[in-house]
C-alpha cells in the first residue's frame, strides 16, 4: 500500500471537510488495521481534531486477501464533483495553493484538460479577483519539482507601479518571489499599455449564469418621471403598475407557500438521510437508494414528475432533482433580474441585500 500523502488531495481535503464532514468511509481490512482506502481523509481529520474542530468518522470494513484490488475499484467508482460552480472553486483554491493541473486533476477526480477549462473561465468572469493578489509564482507537479508560473499581466503592472514608486530591481524581485533577471527583461521589454494610464473602475460583476439585459448603445433620452398628476393623483402608468403588482400579489402568495410546503418536505428528507448515515454510512445508503431510485424507475412511478419538470417521462430519480435544482436556480435568476430591472440592486449578481446606514 502507499505511505506517501499527496498534498493537492490533502488540500482538497482541507477545504471540504470542515464544511460537508467525511461523506466517504474509511475502509480498513477486517480484522486489521490496515487502510485499504482513506488514509488521506484520516490525515486531515486528525487535523481538524487538533484543532478542536470534532469530525464525524465513517468506517466500513471488508474481508478481502487483495487489498490493493479494492483500492483499484473504490477509486475507479469514486464520482467527481457533478457541481460545476462547486468544483470551478475548488479548483481555483487549489490552484492558489501551488499545485499543477494535473494534481489538481488527479484530487477532483476529473480530467486536466477540465481543470484548464475551469481556471480560464474563472479568468474570464473574473471570480478570483478577490484572491488575485495571493496568486503563487510556482507549482508542484507529481514528481515533486516546482515550476516557475508565467507571469501575468497583473503581476507585470505590479512590478512597474513599485519600479515607479523607486524601489529597486532586487527589492521588487524579493517582493514578488522573482529573479532579478527575469525582472530586468520585464523591464526591458515595452511598458504594457494597461499601466500607462489609470483604468476605469471596475463595475459590480453579475452572477454569469444569469441572463443580462441587454443595453442599448444610443443614446437614451432624458425623462423625467411624472409619477402624480397636478391635482397630486398618482398618474395611470402608476396605478395600472399597482394594479398589476396587486393581482401578482395573490398569485405569488399561492406560489410561496407551495414554495415553503415543498423546502419542509425537502429538509425532511435530508434529515432522514443523515439519521440513517449516522446509523449505517454513506455507502449502505448509496446502495439502497440505487436500488430504490431503479425500481421507481421502473415502475414508472417518476413519470409524473419528471412530466412536471418538463424532462423527458423516463428520466432517473438523479434527473428529477437535478432538474429540479435547475428550476430552483432559474427561480433565483427571475427574481434578480426583477429586482436589477426595477432599480433595486446594482447588478442581477448581487448577492446580499445592502441595508442602508
Not at 88 to 100: D, F, I, M, T
Not at 196 to 223: E, G, H, T, W
Not at 226 to 235: A, M, N
Not at 312 to 324: E, M, Q, R
Request: charged letters at 30%; aromatic letters at 4%.
Amino acid at each position: 500500500m502507499k505511505n506517501a500523502y499527496d498534498e493537492a488531495t490533502l488540500d482538497l481535503l482541507r477545504l471540504t471537510i470542515p464544511t460537508y464532514g467525511i461523506l466517504v468511509p474509511v475502509i480498513y481490512r477486517s480484522g486489521t488495521n490496515e487502510i485499504i482506502d482513506g488514509r488521506h481523509r484520516l490525515k486531515v481529520r486528525e487535523e481538524l481534531e487538533a484543532e478542536g474542530i470534532r469530525i464525524m468518522l465513517p468506517v466500513h470494513h471488508i474481508d478481502t486477501d487483495n487489498p490493493e484490488e479494492v483500492d483499484q475499484i473504490v477509486n475507479s467508482v469514486r464520482r467527481p464533483w457533478q457541481d460545476t460552480d462547486q468544483r470551478r472553486k475548488l479548483v481555483a483554491q487549489l490552484r492558489e495553493k501551488g499545485h499543477s493541473h494535473q494534481r489538481i486533476a488527479d484530487a477532483v477526480g476529473t480530467a486536466k484538460s477540465t481543470v484548464r477549462l475551469d481556471l480560464a473561465s474563472d479568468a474570464a468572469t473574473g471570480r478570483n479577483d478577490p484572491v488575485a493578489v495571493d496568486k503563487p509564482t510556482a507549482s508542484t507537479g507529481k514528481d515533486g519539482k516546482t515550476r516557475k508560473l508565467p507571469a501575468t499581466p497583473e503581476e507585470i503592472a505590479k512590478a512597474w507601479a513599485m519600479k515607479d514608486s523607486g524601489m529597486s530591481t532586487a527589492d521588487i524581485a524579493k517582493e514578488l518571489k522573482r529573479g532579478e533577471r527575469t525582472l530586468r527583461n520585464w523591464f526591458a521589454k515595452e511598458r504594457p499599455q494597461a499601466t500607462q494610464q489609470a483604468q476605469p473602475p471596475k463595475l459590480p460583476r453579475s452572477n454569469p449564469d444569469a441572463p443580462m439585459p441587454v443595453a442599448d448603445s444610443a443614446p437614451q433620452p432624458d425623462i423625467k418621471p411624472e409619477p402624480l398628476t397636478p391635482t397630486g393623483e398618482f398618474s395611470n402608468d402608476v396605478k395600472a403598475l399597482i394594479k398589476r403588482e396587486r393581482q401578482l400579489i395573490t398569485e405569488r402568495i399561492c406560489h410561496v407557500r407551495h414554495l415553503q410546503n415543498f423546502n419542509q418536505a425537502a429538509t425532511k428528507h435530508w434529515e432522514h438521510l443523515q439519521r440513517k448515515y449516522k446509523s449505517q454510512g454513506r455507502s449502505v445508503i448509496a446502495h439502497n437508494m440505487e436500488l430504490a431510485s431503479a425500481s421507481l424507475q421502473q415502475s414508472k412511478a417518476l413519470q409524473p414528475w419528471a412530466e412536471s419538470l418538463g424532462i423527458p417521462v423516463n428520466s432517473s430519480y438523479v434527473d428529477c432533482i437535478w432538474a429540479t435544482i435547475k428550476l430552483a436556480r432559474d427561480l433565483d435568476k427571475s427574481m434578480r433580474l426583477s429586482l436589477y430591472l426595477a432599480g433595486f440592486i446594482d447588478a442581477p449578481g448581487q448577492m446580499e441585500r445592502h441595508h442602508d446606514s
